[in-house]
């Protein structure tokens, strides 16, 4: 009933159909266990012979619920909710990477995102070669190694606002035999539905604009139910291989393409590493979601208002945002984004870092925190926080210049915003 629905109808109702006499809203189901009868009822579920729950590391009905309205958002066939962002990303690679394996990945990715990948990971013992969006099709493929697993990207890249050639990077991965992972967290499927220009799994931190109030920490994995693992069985042998620690079931040959990859991802990954989302942060979340495609329209008017006033100032050095006309981006934003892309705009300053402080330091509508795509507008100075880590080239290479400065638009009024910053930059020396 709700697949056909638009994906504001999904984001109020999607997710959970409450029966006669049942609650209206998403019960928060807070235990950690589930009863049963007897032994051989609750055999099935370890064996992953029946469906429900036994322990909440593994799955929760408040957590399944609002996976599933994810899901029904971005147009998948399942999803799990996972404790942060970086829990998603993680998952989503080590679930068909393991150690020996290789990923390939945008340079323009989220700070922590490119850690992860580049620092803790690596000592997992996968290696990771990063390439430039933009490069040609026969450039990035050169990237590609006969252990190569992945193909990874950001719609919006987190905060250099690069906006990812989809269809690109999906040719190159399914050329390469390997799925495309996007992770869609800025644009959020009220703008962009990645597996409609071919991503095979998305995933979000959905601490941000899904959550959209700085309430409560979490991540999600979409799958689109389109990969065919069991077409590659060499390369994705954890998929399409007997698992010893589950009687050797085949999650291809069990839950089809369709379930496999989220089935594996929960029975194994979320087992073994438990990075659960509590419920009550998914109930939160769920109260997000609701009123998602009604904030997303707002976040993107004041983003291009403030991106607007901020190009013609004299004390900017130069403005990124894909809804300017002279953007870089305009043109994959008019086709990828064309109802708009976040409320996160990028610029840098004359003055450099110096000029940076001063700008932020005398903000007052605007905080500074570490957090982006929230109800109440943020600011950030990435190069001294959540890039801090990488090294100049890197953070060259991702877009993340010294003297960038990360703004979220927040639900003001923009008028207000940009009195705020007009009076903020006339304190730059």
Same mark, same amino acid.
């Given at each position: 009933m709700m697949k056909n629905k638009g994906t504001g109808t999904k984001a109020v109702q999607g997710g959970y159909t409450p029966k006669n006499g049942e609650p209206r809203q998403i019960p928060i189901v807070q235990s950690t266990t589930f009863k049963y009868a007897t032994g051989e009822e609750m055999g099935k579920l370890f064996d992953l012979e029946a469906p429900g729950y036994f322990y909440t590391r593994l799955q929760n009905p408040t957590n399944d619920a609002v996976a599933n309205k994810i899901a029904l958002m971005e147009g998948g066939t399942a %999803?799990?909710?996972? *404790?942060s962002g970086q829990a998603a990303n993680l998952f989503a690679i080590f679930n068909i990477a393991n150690a020996g394996d290789h990923i390939v990945a945008s340079t323009s990715i989220y700070g922590g995102t490119f850690n992860l990948f580049n620092t803790t990971m690596?000592?997992?013992g996968i290696d990771f070669t990063f390439v430039d969006p933009d490069a040609s099709e026969e450039e990035i493929s050169a990237a590609f190694r006969p252990n190569t697993k992945a193909l990874f990207g950001e719609t919006i890249a987190n905060p250099a606002l690069t906006v990812l050639d989809i269809e690109k990077f999906a040719k190159i991965a399914h050329d390469h035999q390997v799925p495309l992972i996007i992770d869609n967290t800025f644009a959020t499927p009220v703008n962009c539905r990645p597996f409609e220009w071919g991503a095979d799994i998305v995933t979000h *931190?959905?601490?941000?604009?899904? #959550?959209g109030h700085g309430a409560c920490v979490g991540g999600a994995i979409v799958d689109s139910g389109n990969f065919d693992w069991a077409a590659y069985p060499d390369k994705f042998p954890g998929l399409t291989q007997p698992d010893e620690s589950y009687h050797g079931i085949v999650y291809t040959e069990r839950f089809g393409k369709e379930g496999a990859f989220i089935t594996k991802a929960t029975a194994q990954l979320m087992r073994d590493l438990g990075a659960i989302q509590s419920p009550q942060h998914a109930f939160y979340l769920n109260n997000g979601l609701e009123s998602l495609h009604v904030r997303m329209p707002r976040h993107c008017e004041n983003g291009q208002k403030i991106a607007e006033?901020?190009?013609?100032?004299?004390?900017?050095?130069?403005?990124?945002?894909? &809804?300017?006309? &002279? #953007?870089?981006?305009?043109?994959? %934003?008019q086709k990828y984004l064309p109802n708009g892309s976040c409320g996160v705009v990028s610029f840098r300053l004359d003055g450099g870092r110096q000029a940076c402080e001063q700008f932020m330091n005398n903000l007052k509508l605007a905080a500074i925190e570490t957090h982006v795509a929230d109800a109440r507008t943020c600011c950030l100075h990435p190069a001294s926080t959540t890039h801090r880590q990488m090294s100049d080239a890197e953070l060259e290479a991702a877009g993340v210049f010294p003297d960038l400065i990360r703004y979220s638009c927040g639900l003001e009024d923009a008028a207000d915003l940009i009195a705020d910053i007009e009076q903020a930059l006339e304190a730059v020396e």
């Open positions: %999803a799990m909710l996972t *404790s690596r000592k997992m *931190s959905t601490t941000k604009y899904m #959550d006033y901020l190009s013609k100032h004299p004390k900017v050095k130069s403005v990124q945002y894909c &809804g300017l006309p &002279g #953007d870089k981006y305009y043109g994959l %934003a």
